[in-house]
């Protein structure tokens, strides 16, 4: 165990700029409203402001609907975006995630660090260790129990744990080398699940530090991972073209799902929401893995992460830059 303290702001140029990380820029609180996009259409286009990087994790969070943009922390309110810059060299904002009365945590992939945001643009954050001439790249992210956050290092292959009271990290290698851990979620059992993208496994992290695995056919390509509505482990393969399922006693099915489906999450109607890369959409799925609804995203070019909140549906398209609110019961 390693203590980590928070990252020190360099002053570059001058006390505005470290003013602007705290602040959002004023020219995008009134920025872009969403708008409908046909009469009665389920699916509302917001566009965020324009960057070089697309919008890619999406979450609730302190005072609205939040989604990572390159270099920016960005929050959809009923009057805008508020932009919210990160500070440090080149950011690269990926996974976010929150726990109701607590800070937005986001991943950062360029900089080897994760970090917090609360409702006043006050942000926080955490080198990870990592070996000298590498990276660490976080990438899922799992809030609590307590004062822990816990995330995937991509590059590192483990499964790292921060505990925010003292800013120290534990970190906990996965049992395959280079497996590529990606996707995060804290199962009913109290353990941990993760998709292994490189190796085609899924894990389990049991709360003694003891791990699982799973392994799925080659070149399978596990991606996103959430708990379902009947309590099993779900997952998307995106390169196989299947939504997989591991209930509590360990039993793997599987479902074919074409299109590429890559994001999903829970909603509304005892069903699962997943992204389709290749086909553009959003698609609702049963616990039987059978498809019951689709939406089409104008604009979309490969839809990714997804999430339900307040009993919409929230995408991330970071090809086309670009998010979408989805309310399944209009479909």
Known sequence: MRRIAPLIIRIVTTVLILAAAAMPTAAMAAGPQPTATGDGSPVTVIHPPAGTAGAFGISDGPGGVWFSHGGTLNRTTPHGIDEFPVPGPTPNTGTLAWKPGGPLWFADRANSRIGSIDGQGKIHTYEIPHPAGAIAVPQGIAVGPG??????????????????????????PVPTPASGPLGLVRGPDGALWFTERTAAKVGRMAPDGTFAEWALAPGAFPNRITVGPDGAIWFTELNAGKLGRIDRTGQLTEYPVDGGPVGISTGPGHALFVTLFTDKALVRVDTTGQVTGRWLLPGAAGPVQTTTIGGAIWVADPTSDTVYKIRPHCG
């Open 147 to 172: 004062p822990n956050v816990w995330f995937t290092d991509f590059t590192g292959g483990t499964i790292d744990r921060l505990d925010v009271r003292t800013g120290t990290i534990d970190v906990h």
